[in-house]
């Protein structure tokens, strides 16, 4: 049904006519009004499609009221609920639309293959500008700036699992220009797939900010690089102790994710870019429970073997006290690209604005 149309408001129930003209009549705001008639009608439209029952309203206002009182300083249950529905990466791809990508598929070209450096194959997105993904409810502001080279974790996490470089380059998506003034925040779970927040205890103090696996760099002003040792993430399943968890039990649905590292990178004049690099090979990529996989942001990781890789330079000097050679670590490279910013004219105008 098209409800902006006004030869439907004759097939509307009176209480939603009632409710969509008093928001048409008081609301001084064009884009609040445009979005609350709209939600008002879906919603009612819902309602009557499914028959709801006042057992299943009453359900639905517990299910709600339990999913903000899971809500705390670590956890974002909200966000959850929105990624398991898919409506993040619905946003995320509303807003975020991949001009290169739309372009070909209008003029039915091939996607440009990898681009191959001197050392080793680069792993960059299929399009002009590397593809968005969802935030997801494990991101902090508070992440600490750390030095390219640096560890993003302890050397215990690192050689409890599998190390990883990950070298990267930050670049102007359509002319390859480094983008040297810019940030990157890093986070990641761990080789046991849990995030810094998801250890906290009850003993931990609240006043201390888990920043374990997670960090901010600023890449090199020579050529836009950043790289970082870490261990290898292994998929996970999101939390399923509280409300969520219910709900894709309820729809026979798994919980885990495949294995991922977050990036948000920020830089003047380029829209903000935040997405994941997904490890190529893993189970879960087909069925990722947040729907967040593009096939763009899946990046091989391989082993350092003499005569494929260079050197590593910035080796930590505690690696190597720990008996950890080139080729007992794993590499990945990968390329990001930012779309140029655009101004667009009366953008105030389209936020939703609730006083």
């Known amino acids: 049904m098209n409800y902006d149309s006004n030869s439907n408001r004759s097939n509307e129930n009176p209480v939603t006519q ?31 499609d499914v028959q709801l029952t006042q057992e299943e309203w009453t359900h639905a206002i517990d299910f709600l009221t339990r999913t903000g ?15 398991v529905l898919g409506v993040s990466i619905l946003v995320d791809s509303i807003n975020h639309p991949n001009d290169d990508q739309h372009h ?33 409810p494990f991101f902090r502001e508070s992440a600490p700036i750390l030095d390219n080279g640096a560890m993003l974790t302890t050397l215990d996490q690192i050689t409890k699992g599998t190390p990883l470089l990950v070298d990267c380059r930050v670049l102007d998506g359509p002319t390859d220009i480094p983008v040297t003034n810019c940030t990157v925040n890093v986070w990641q779970a761990s080789s046991e797939g849990l995030y810094d927040v998801q250890q906290q205890t009850d003993d931990d103090d609240d006043d201390v900010v888990a920043t374990d696996l997670r960090g901010v760099f600023r890449p090199s002003s020579i050529d836009g690089r950043f790289w970082f040792f870490t261990v290898t993430p292994s998929s996970y399943p999101i939390p399923t102790d509280g409300p969520v968890g ?45 729907h967040a996989v593009k096939d763009s942001l899946i990046v091989p990781v391989s ?14 000097d ?24 655009r101004h667009r004219r009366g953008l105030n105008d389209r936020f939703l604005v609730v006083d």
């Open 69 to 83: 009182q899971t809500c705390d300083a670590n956890r974002q249950e909200f966000i959850l609920l929105s990624d």
């Open 18 to 48: 009632t409710i969509v003209d008093q928001i048409d009549q008081n609301t001084p705001n064009e884009r609040t009004k445009t979005v609350m008639k709209s939600l008002v009608r879906h919603l009612h439209a819902f309602v009557e």
């Open 246 to 290: 219910e709900l894709l039990t309820e729809l026979g649905q798994h919980p885990n994710r495949p294995a991922h590292i977050h990036f948000q990178i920020r830089a003047p004049g380029f829209e903000p870019l935040t997405t994941h690099l997904f490890l190529k090979g893993d189970p879960y990529l087909k069925s990722d429970a947040v």
């Open 104 to 136: 070909r598929q209008r003029n039915n070209e091939e996607p440009p293959s990898s681009i191959t450096t001197t050392s080793t194959t680069t792993t960059t997105s299929t399009t002009t500008t590397t593809e968005s993904t969802v935030l997801g």
């Open 303 to 316: 082993k350092r073997t003499a005569g494929t890789h260079p050197p590593i330079d910035g080796l930590p």
């Open 318 to 341: 505690l690696i190597r006290r720990h008996g950890l050679q080139d080729n007992d670590v794993y590499q990945l490279n990968y390329i990001f690209r930012l779309k140029q910013q």
